[in-house]
C-alpha cells in the first residue's frame, strides 16, 4: 500500500498524566454520559420487563407462529453473539498475529465482547416455551437419568456460549489486572483504591509477575482464538442441521463467522468513534486504528459476498425446486423481499467504501456505514431464520411473520440493557489497555532511537517490532 | 431449624448485652449465674455459647443428642420477640400458600358400582342425532356416566360408521357454558313449575279450539313427535303449527309434485352409478345421506389396480363443493343457469329437443353438456342425474325426465315421500308464517328447536312480528335471537340427554337414547307437547309407550332396538312413477324462460360448511374448523372468482357492498378459484346477535338480503368495494399452489393406465451411509391416506378435536398462523386459476422414521417409539420449537399460549380422560390415536391373545365417510392395509427429503372425459389438466373402458 499509515501512537506518552486521564476521564462526569445512561437504563428496564412479560404470560406475544417457530429473539441471539466476535478476534487473533496496534482498542472491544454475550445468553432462554425449564439443556446428572440430546445441536450451543462467556470474562480480566493495579495506585478516594485493591488480585508489577502474566495472557488467547471460529460455526449448525430450505447448507459455519466478525468490528467502529471524542483517546486510538479495522471490515466484507454469492449459485447448481425456490425466488421476490435486498445491498455495497484510504480514516463515514453495516447484518439474520421458515418445503402452511410491539420491545431493549453495561464499563473500568499502551510507546520510542543511532530506516509506521512480542 | 435459630439469635441477644454489661441483667435472673459461671475462667478459656458457659445439664443432655437441631421448642423459650417474628412468618406464609389456588376437588367411590361402570374403562351407547330433522345413527362412547366422543353407528343407514363434522362436534355444544341453565321469564330465574302453571296451564285450558296458539317447531320426521302433534290438533283443532327450516328442500319437493303428483324425494345408489352428474348438487358433502353418498362414491374409485373401473362424475356448480372437488369434468356455471344447462342435457339425451337451444353451440357449457351426455348414454341404467335440493322446481323435474329416459329410476335413483313431517306444505312456508302473525290472531306463541328471528328472510320481519306476539315462550338450547324476543325462554335438551326418536333420509327410525342426566333441566319437544296435552311429561315414558304400540311391544325388540340403535325395517318403500304428462316441456319451456345471462350479479345463499344455517353458530370447535375450500375459520365472506374480484377490483378481505332488491349489507370478499364468474356465495349462520358468546359478532348475517319466496339464489345483485374497509380474515392455507412439488401427487386415469407406477419414484428406499434402523418387532403402526377418496369434508378434523383434547384458540390466532388441529386438510389449485383443478391431501405428522423433529430436539422430548410412533414427551418439552422448523410437513402444533385456562367447569367434561391436556410451551401433534393403540393392546394383552388385524382404528380413520384414510400394523395388516401397501400409486410426500414417512398416499386419480372426435372437439377440457389424445386405444369410457357403449 503506497499511502503512508498514521501512527499507532502519538508520541510522547506522558505518565502518570495519560494513566489518570484514562481512569478517570471527566466524560464520566459529564451530562451526557448522564443522559445516556438514564436513556440506555431507561431501555434495559423495559427489556427485563418484557422479558418477565414474555416468561408470564407465554410465547404467544411475539409475532413467532407454525411455521415461522423462531424469529426475533433468535435473530437478535445470533446478532449478539456475532458481534461478540471482533472483541475476541481483535484481542486474541490479533495478539497471535502480532498486530501490535491493537493495543489500543482491545480493552474496548473485549467490554464491547462481554456485553453481547450478556445479551446473547439471555434470548436463547427467553425463546423456549418454558424458560424454567432451561436448565435442561445443560448436561446434569438429573435424578431422572436424562441427558441432554447430544444429536441436537443445542445443547452444543449452550456449551459454546457458556465456555464462551466464562473464557471472554477471563481474558478480559486478565488483561485488566495490571490496570486495575494502576487505578488502585491512582484513583482519587479511598473507597475506589480499596476496590480496586481486590480486583487488582495483589499486583505489584514484579518480574515475576509479569513473566507469568505475559504467559498466562498468551495462553488464553490461543484458547479464545479456536472459540472465535467453533462458537459462531455452532451457532450456524443450529440451522445447518436442518433439512429447510434455506438452512440446509454445507457453506453456514465459515460463512457464518466471516459475517459475525464483520458485524463486530461494524460494533467496536459504532462505539470507538464516539468514545475516543468523548474520553480523548485520540493520542492512543488513532486513525491508524480506524483505518485497520476498516481494512478488516473490507476484508470480511468480500468474504461475506462470496457466502453469498456460493450460496445462491449452490441453489441454483443443486437442481432441487425447493431449494432453488427458496434462495432465487422466495428471497428475490417473496414477501421478505424488500428486507432481502435492502440487507444484501447494506452489506455487499458498504464494505467497498473502504477500498479508498480517505474514507476509511473520514469518522462520520465509517460511522454511518457502520451503522448500516450492523442493521445489514441484523437483516441477513432474519432473513435467514424467518425467510426460510415462512418457505417451507410444503406450501400450504406458508404463512407470513409479523413481528408485534413485544418483539420490537425486546430488541431495542437490548440495546438499552447493552449501552448500559457499557456505560458503566466506561465510568468504572480503565478503558485502554495501560500497561499495553506504556509499552507499545517504549517500543515506539526504542524503535526511533535505534534508528537514528544505527541508520536503520525507521518504519513509518510506528511500528517497531525488533521484538517478537510487546513488553 | 429456623425457629431453633429464632431462639438462639434471641438468647445471644440478651448474651450480648450480658457479656457487655453483667450487671444490667441481673434483674433477668440468669445474669448472676453468668457471672459466676464466667468467674470461674481465666482469659483464654473459650465458650462458645452461653449454654456451654453454664454448662447446665439440659446443654448436657441437649450435646448427646444426635440432632440436636429436630429439638422442639423448649416452652421457656418463648420470648415476645421470637414469638412475634414468628407470628409475622407464619402470617407472610399463610398468605404466600393462598396464592395457590388448590380447587376443591372431590374424589368419591360408587356406594353401589353399577356392574356395567368400571371406573376407567369406556363404554359406547347407540344414539343419533338429527339435523335437519334427518338423523344419522351414533355410537356415543362415555367415560363413567360423562359422553367424550361420538362416532358413526356403522348399522345406520345414514352413518355406515362415519360420522360428520356436526355428528362429531355436537359433543362440544352438550357442555357448552352459554347454553341456557334453567327456565327465565321476564329474563328473571324461574322454575319448570312455574312455567306450566303460567304459560303451559292456560295455553291446554284454551276454549278456542286452538285458533290462538301457535307452534314454531324444526323440521321433524320423530314418529313420537309426529304422534304428539296429531293428538294435539286432535285436542286443539284450530292449533296452527309451523315448521321452521330455511334449508327446506322447497324446489325438489315442488319438482316431484309437479312430477309425480306428491313430495316425493330421490333416494340415490351410487353404488351402481357408473357416471354421476351432479348439477349444482353437494350429494357428498352437505345433502341428506351425504355420509351414505359419499362412502359409495368413493368406492367407485379406489383403483388400486389400474383395470379397476372407475366411476365418472360430471359436476355444474356455481362455487365449488366438496362433491365438486371429486369431480372428473367440473363446470363452473351461475346458479340460474343450472335449468337451462338440465334442459339442454335432457334435450342431448334425447328428451325435448326444445331444450337444445338452451346453452350456445359454441362454449364451455356445450362442451360439458355433450361430455355428460355422451356418459349418461353409454351407461344407461348405471348412471345417475341428481340436483340440488334448492334449485328450482323445473330443474328437479328435468333431472327426474333424464333419469327416467336413461332407464336409471329403479336402479340407481328411486322415489320416496319426504320422511319429514308436512314436508313441503304450506306450514312450512315461512311467508304464511309471517301471513299469520301478520293476521294478529295468534296470541300465544310456543317455538321449540327453532330460531326463526334470525334464520328466516329479513323482508318477512319475522322477528318485529313474534315481538309483537303477548304471551310468547321459545324452549331452546341458547338464548338465541328468538329467545330474546319471547317472555319465557325455558331449556331445550340437547339430544345426549334427552330420549326420543328420529327418522333417517330413507325413513328408518333412529332412537335417541340420553347418555347424562340433562345438565341445565332441558326438556325435548315430546315432553313439551306433552305437557301442553297435559300427559306425563317424561322422555323415557313417552318414548317407550309410543313404540309398544308401534312395533316395539316386547321388552327384548326395545331393548335391542336401543342397543343397536335403530328399529329394523322400518325403511319406507319407494316407488318409480311415471312423469305426469306434459311436465317434462312445461320445465323446459321454464328453463328457457330465465334469460341466458340475466343482468347484474347473481348471489346465491348457502348453507355453511361449518355452522350450516346458524344451529352450530356457538360451537368453538366447528367455528375454528376451516372450510373445505376457501379455508376460512371464524366467520363467512362473500366468494367472488378471480375474475370478478379483478373487475370488481377486491381482493380477499376487502369490504364489499352488497345490495339486492333494496336490501343491502357489508361483507368482507374471499376470492375462491372455480367460482362461478359474476356470481356471489354468502353463507348462512353468522352475524349472531342472541347471547352466545363464541357466535356473537362473528361474521355477517346474510338472511336480511334474502328475499322471501325465491328459490336460495336471486340475480340483480349490485356488489360494490367499500373505500378503505378491510377486515382480515382468518384463513388457515395462504398459499394456493403445490409449486410443483411432490406433495400431494394426481393423474387421469389415462396417464395411470399408461404408467401405473408413475409414484414410483416418490417412494421406497434412497441411498443412505447409514444402516436404517429395522423396524421388524412387533406391530408397526403405519397409515395410507387415498387422496382419490378424500372429498376434503373435515370431519377428522373433529374426530381428532374431540378424541385428542386439541384446543380451540381463536380467530385472531388463527389469524397469526396458530390454529392447534393435529390433522388439517391441505387444498391445492393446480392450472387455470379460473378453472382450477382441486386436490386435497389430509395432512398430519408422517410418523417418519427418520424424523426430522427427533435429532434437533434437546432434550429428548420427542423419540421414536419402537413400534415406529413418532412420540412426544409433553412434560419433557421446554419449548424450543426447533421440531417445527425441522418438520417439512409442518404439522407439530406448539401451545404458544395456555390455550387451556380458560375452560369452564362444564367444558372440561369434554375432555378425553385418556388424553393429556398440553400446557403453555410445548409441542403438540398427532399421535396416530396412541392412546387408542395402548387400549386395545392392554385388552389384548390382559385376554392372553394377540392384537387382531384392525383392532385399532385412529379418530380420523373412524369417522371418515370414504374410507380414505386406512391405518393398522405393517407386521400384523389388514388385507385393505396390506392392499393399499401394495398399490402401485403410494408413495410418500416429499420423499426425497428421506425421512421415510409411516404414512403414505394413494395417487389422486381423476377420469376425465376423452376428447370428444375432431369433428365435435368444442368441448374444453374444464379441469384444466392435459387432456388425453382423442383416440387412445385403452379409451376411458366410464367404469373403466368396458365398452358397454
Known amino acids: 500500500m503506497s499511502t503512508a499509515l498514521p501512527p499507532v501512537i502519538h508520541l510522547p506518552l506522558r505518565e502518570p498524566e495519560f494513566s489518570d486521564h484514562v481512569i478517570s476521564p471527566p466524560f464520566v462526569e459529564s451530562r451526557r454520559w448522564w443522559v445516556l445512561l438514564v436513556i440506555s437504563g431507561m431501555g434495559a428496564a423495559v427489556f427485563i420487563g418484557l422479558f418477565f412479560y414474555s416468561v408470564t404470560l407465554g410465547p404467544g406475544v411475539w409475532g413467532t407462529n407454525i411455521p415461522v417457530g423462531w424469529a426475533f429473539p433468535i435473530v437478535n441471539f445470533v446478532w449478539w453473539i456475532g458481534i461478540g466476535h471482533a472483541g475476541t478476534f481483535i484481542s486474541a487473533f490479533l495478539i497471535l498475529l502480532n498486530q501490535h496496534w491493537r493495543g489500543s482498542i482491545n480493552r474496548l472491544a473485549e467490554a464491547m465482547t462481554l456485553f453481547a454475550l450478556v445479551n446473547a445468553g439471555l434470548f436463547p432462554v427467553l425463546h423456549l416455551g418454558r424458560q424454567w425449564f432451561f436448565y435442561w439443556l445443560v448436561p446434569y446428572p438429573a435424578v431422572t437419568g436424562v441427558w441432554p440430546q447430544f444429536k441436537s445441536t443445542l445443547p452444543w450451543d449452550v456449551a459454546a456460549i457458556s465456555t464462551y462467556f466464562l473464557v471472554s470474562l477471563l481474558f478480559w480480566y486478565l488483561g485488566l489486572v495490571p490496570d486495575l493495579a494502576t487505578a488502585r495506585d491512582r484513583s482519587p478516594g479511598l473507597w475506589r483504591r480499596r476496590v480496586y485493591g481486590i480486583f487488582a488480585l495483589g499486583w505489584r508489577g514484579t518480574a515475576r509477575q509479569w513473566r507469568q502474566h505475559r504467559s498466562a495472557y498468551l495462553v488464553l488467547a490461543g484458547l479464545a482464538t479456536p472459540l472465535v471460529i467453533s462458537v459462531h460455526s455452532i451457532v450456524s449448525l443450529d440451522f445447518a442441521i436442518a433439512l429447510l430450505p434455506g438452512w440446509h447448507s454445507t457453506i453456514f459455519p465459515p460463512y457464518f463467522v466471516v459475517g459475525a466478525i464483520y458485524s463486530g468490528l461494524a460494533m467496536v467502529l459504532v462505539l470507538m468513534i464516539p468514545v475516543r471524542k468523548w474520553l480523548r483517546l485520540e493520542q492512543v486510538i488513532t486513525d491508524r486504528h480506524l483505518d485497520g479495522l476498516a481494512k478488516l471490515m473490507l476484508v470480511t466484507g468480500v468474504m461475506l459476498f462470496y457466502s453469498y454469492a456460493i450460496e445462491q449459485f449452490i441453489a441454483w447448481y443443486s437442481a432441487s425446486p425447493i431449494e432453488s425456490y427458496q434462495y432465487l425466488v422466495a428471497r428475490t421476490r417473496g414477501p421478505y423481499a424488500p428486507f432481502f435486498w435492502a440487507m444484501a445491498a447494506g452489506n455487499l455495497l458498504t464494505p467497498n467504501l473502504f477500498w479508498s484510504s480517505r474514507l476509511r480514516r473520514n469518522q462520520p463515514v465509517l460511522f454511518v456505514a457502520s451503522l448500516v453495516v450492523l442493521a445489514s447484518m441484523w437483516g441477513e439474520r432474519f432473513i435467514i431464520v424467518v425467510a426460510s421458515l415462512n418457505r417451507g418445503a410444503l406450501p400450504s402452511s406458508w404463512a407470513i411473520y409479523i413481528p408485534t410491539w413485544v418483539d420490537w420491545g425486546i430488541l431495542l431493549g437490548s440495546f438499552g440493557l447493552f449501552l448500559f453495561l457499557f456505560l458503566l464499563f466506561l465510568r468504572f473500568v480503565p478503558t485502554v489497555a495501560l500497561s499495553e499502551v506504556r509499552a507499545l510507546a517504549h517500543e515506539v520510542e526504542e524503535g526511533r532511537r535505534r534508528a537514528m543511532a544505527g541508520g536503520v530506516a525507521a518504519r513509518p509506521d510506528g511500528q517497531a517490532d525488533s521484538l517478537g512480542r510487546i513488553a | ?70 429439638a422442639t421448642i423448649p416452652a421457656e423459650a418463648w420470648s415476645r420477640r421470637s414469638f412475634l417474628k414468628l407470628l409475622g412468618a407464619s402470617v407472610a406464609l399463610a398468605g404466600a400458600g393462598a396464592c395457590i389456588n388448590v380447587p376443591d376437588e372431590r374424589l368419591l367411590p360408587y356406594v353401589d358400582q353399577p356392574p356395567e361402570a368400571t371406573p376407567g374403562t369406556v363404554r359406547y351407547y347407540a344414539t343419533s342425532m338429527t339435523v335437519g330433522g334427518l338423523a344419522t345413527g351414533l355410537l356415543a362412547e362415555s367415560h363413567v356416566g360423562r359422553p367424550t366422543k361420538l362416532e358413526g353407528n356403522p348399522l345406520h343407514p345414514a352413518s355406515l360408521g362415519a360420522a360428520g363434522v356436526y355428528e362429531q362436534a355436537s359433543l362440544l355444544q352438550l357442555y357448552d357454558p352459554d347454553r341456557l341453565r334453567g327456565v327465565r321469564h321476564g329474563g328473571r330465574r324461574a322454575s319448570w313449575q312455574q312455567f306450566a302453571s303460567e304459560f303451559i296451564t292456560p295455553a291446554a285450558r284454551r276454549q278456542d279450539g286452538g285458533a290462538g296458539l301457535l307452534l314454531v317447531v324444526g323440521p321433524t320426521s320423530s314418529p313420537l313427535e309426529m304422534a304428539l302433534l296429531a293428538r294435539l290438533r286432535q285436542r286443539f283443532p284450530a292449533v296452527h303449527v309451523h315448521f321452521h327450516d330455511p334449508l327446506a328442500p322447497v324446489g325438489a319437493l315442488e319438482g316431484a309434485r309437479r312430477a309425480f303428483g306428491a313430495p316425493l324425494l330421490p333416494r340415490h345408489d351410487l353404488d351402481g352409478a357408473d357416471v354421476l352428474v351432479l348439477v349444482e348438487s353437494d350429494l357428498l358433502g352437505s345433502s341428506p345421506f351425504h355420509l351414505r353418498h359419499a362412502r359409495q362414491a368413493a368406492g367407485r374409485r379406489r383403483m388400486l389396480d389400474p383395470a379397476d373401473s372407475m366411476s365418472r362424475i360430471h359436476a355444474a356448480e356455481s362455487a365449488p363443493s366438496v362433491s365438486g372437488t371429486l369431480a372428473d369434468e367440473r363446470l363452473r356455471a351461475r346458479a340460474g343457469e343450472m335449468p337451462r344447462l338440465l334442459a339442454a342435457l335432457l334435450a342431448a339425451v334425447g328428451g325435448a329437443p326444445a331444450g337444445r337451444a338452451a346453452v350456445p353451440e359454441d362454449g364451455r357449457e356445450r362442451g360439458w353438456v355433450d361430455a355428460a351426455a355422451r356418459d349418461l348414454l353409454a351407461a344407461r341404467g348405471r348412471s345417475l342425474v341428481a340436483v340440488g335440493e334448492r334449485q328450482p322446481w323445473h330443474a328437479h323435474v328435468l333431472a327426474h325426465a333424464i333419469n327416467a329416459r336413461l332407464g336409471n329410476v329403479g336402479r340407481t335413483v328411486a322415489y320416496a315421500p319426504s320422511v319429514i ?64 324476543l319471547c317472555g319465557w325462554v325455558v331449556p331445550h335438551a340437547h339430544y345426549l340427554e334427552a330420549w326420543g326418536d328420529a327418522r333417517a333420509y330413507d325413513g328408518t327410525v333412529s332412537l335417541v337414547q340420553p347418555l347424562i342426566q340433562p345438565l341445565w333441566e332441558g326438556r325435548t319437544l315430546a315432553e313439551l307437547l306433552a305437557m301442553l296435552l297435559d300427559e306425563q311429561p317424561d322422555g323415557r315414558t313417552l318414548i317407550r309407550e309410543h313404540w309398544r304400540g308401534a312395533g316395539l311391544p316386547g321388552d ?50 348457502r348453507q355453511d360448511a361449518s355452522v350450516r344455517a346458524g344451529e352450530f353458530a356457538n360451537n368453538a370447535w366447528l367455528q375454528e374448523l376451516p372450510d373445505p375450500l376457501t379455508k376460512l ?28 332488491a333494496g336490501r343491502e349489507l357489508e361483507m368482507p370478499a374471499i376470492v375462491l378459484p372455480g367460482h362461478a364468474d359474476e356470481s356471489v356465495s354468502v353463507h348462512f349462520g353468522y352475524g349472531r346477535e342472541g347471547e352466545e358468546r363464541v357466535a356473537r359478532g362473528v361474521g355477517v348475517d346474510v338472511y336480511g338480503l334474502w328475499p322471501a319466496g325465491a328459490p336460495p339464489f336471486a340475480a340483480g345483485l349490485a356488489v360494490e368495494r367499500v373505500a378503505g374497509k378491510h377486515v382480515p380474515l382468518a384463513t388457515t392455507q395462504e398459499h394456493w399452489s403445490m409449486e410443483q412439488r411432490p406433495a400431494a401427487l394426481a393423474a387421469t386415469l389415462e396417464e395411470y393406465r399408461a ?13 443412505s451411509l447409514y444402516e436404517p434402523y429395522a423396524y421388524d418387532q412387533g406391530d408397526q403402526w403405519a397409515m395410507v391416506v387415498d387422496l382419490s377418496a378424500c372429498i376434503g ?53 408422517q410418523h417418519c422414521e427418520n424424523a426430522p423433529c427427533e435429532y434437533v430436539c434437546p432434550v429428548n422430548a420427542t423419540v421414536h417409539s419402537p413400534d415406529g410412533l413418532n412420540e412426544m414427551t409433553y412434560n419433557r418439552c421446554v419449548g424450543t420449537r426447533f421440531c417445527s422448523n425441522n418438520c417439512p410437513y409442518k404439522v407439530r402444533r406448539f401451545n404458544w399460549f395456555d390455550y387451556n385456562a380458560e375452560l369452564g367447569e362444564t367444558e372440561r367434561l369434554a375432555r378425553n380422560p385418556d388424553v393429556t391436556v398440553r400446557e403453555r410451551g410445548v409441542m403438540e401433534k398427532c399421535t396416530f390415536c396412541v392412546q387408542r393403540i395402548r387400549r386395545a393392546q392392554q385388552a389384548a394383552q390382559v385376554e392372553g391373545r394377540k392384537l387382531a388385524p384392525g383392532e385399532v382404528v385412529t379418530a380420523c380413520q ?35 427429503l428421506g425421512t421415510r414417512p409411516r404414512v403414505n398416499y394413494l395417487a389422486r386419480i381423476d377420469n376425465p372425459a376423452p376428447t370428444p372426435p375432431v369433428a365435435d372437439a368444442r368441448g374444453v377440457d374444464a379441469r384444466g389438466v392435459d387432456a388425453p389424445s382423442a383416440d387412445t386405444a385403452t379409451g376411458t369410457t366410464p367404469a373403466g373402458g368396458g365398452g358397454q357403449a
Open chain 2, 421 to 484: 313431517a308436512e314436508a313441503g306444505g304450506r306450514s312450512h312456508d315461512p311467508a304464511a308464517l309471517a301471513e299469520l302473525l301478520r293476521g294478529g290472531a295468534v296470541d300465544t306463541l310456543l317455538v321449540a328447536g327453532a330460531n326463526p328471528a334470525y334464520s328466516a328472510p329479513g323482508e318477512l320481519e319475522l322477528g318485529r312480528l313474534m315481538a309483537a306476539v303477548p304471551n310468547a315462550a321459545c324452549m331452546s338450547m341458547y338464548v338465541d335471537e328468538t329467545a330474546r
Open chain 2, 755 to 767: 404408467n401405473p407406477d408413475f409414484a414410483r419414484p416418490q417412494r421406497g428406499r434412497q441411498l
Open chain 2, 633 to 660: 375459520t371464524w366467520g363467512n365472506a362473500a366468494q367472488l372468482s378471480p375474475a370478478t374480484a379483478a373487475r370488481l377490483g377486491v381482493e380477499a378481505g376487502d369490504v364489499l357492498r352488497l345490495s339486492l
Open chain 2, 1 to 70: 431449624m429456623s425457629d431453633v435459630n429464632g431462639v438462639r439469635a434471641s438468647a445471644d441477644d440478651r448474651g450480648d448485652r450480658g457479656v457487655g454489661d453483667v450487671g444490667d441483667v441481673g434483674n433477668d435472673g440468669d445474669g448472676g449465674r453468668w457471672a459466676s459461671a464466667l468467674a470461674h475462667r481465666g482469659g483464654t478459656d473459650f465458650w462458645r455459647g452461653l449454654d456451654e458457659l453454664l454448662d447446665t445439664p439440659e446443654f448436657r443432655a441437649r450435646l448427646a443428642r444426635e440432632f440436636p437441631d429436630r
Open chain 2, 556 to 605: 327384548d325388540a326395545w331393548e335391542r332396538a336401543l342397543q343397536r340403535g335403530i328399529v329394523d325395517s322400518t325403511e319406507t318403500a319407494t316407488s318409480a312413477p311415471a312423469l305426469a304428462a306434459g311436465v317434462e316441456e312445461a320445465a323446459v319451456a321454464a328453463a328457457m324462460a330465465t334469460p341466458a345471462r340475466a343482468s347484474g350479479m347473481e348471489v346465491v345463499f
Open chain 2, 958 to 992: 373412524q369417522t371418515c365417510p370414504t374410507q380414505a384414510i386406512t391405518f393398522g400394523s405393517l407386521t400384523n395388516p389388514t388385507d385393505d392395509l396390506l392392499q393399499r401397501m401394495a398399490a402401485r400409486r403410494r408413495y410418500a410426500a416429499l420423499h426425497e
Open chain 2, 793 to 845: 369434508c373435515s370431519a377428522c378434523v373433529v374426530a381428532c378435536q374431540a378424541e385428542n383434547n386439541v384446543p380451540v384458540v381463536g380467530a385472531e390466532q388463527v389469524r397469526r398462523s396458530r390454529e392447534m388441529h393435529w390433522i388439517r386438510v391441505d387444498r391445492y389449485f393446480g392450472g387455470d386459476p379460473e378453472d382450477p383443478s382441486v386436490t386435497l391431501q389430509p395432512m398430519l405428522c
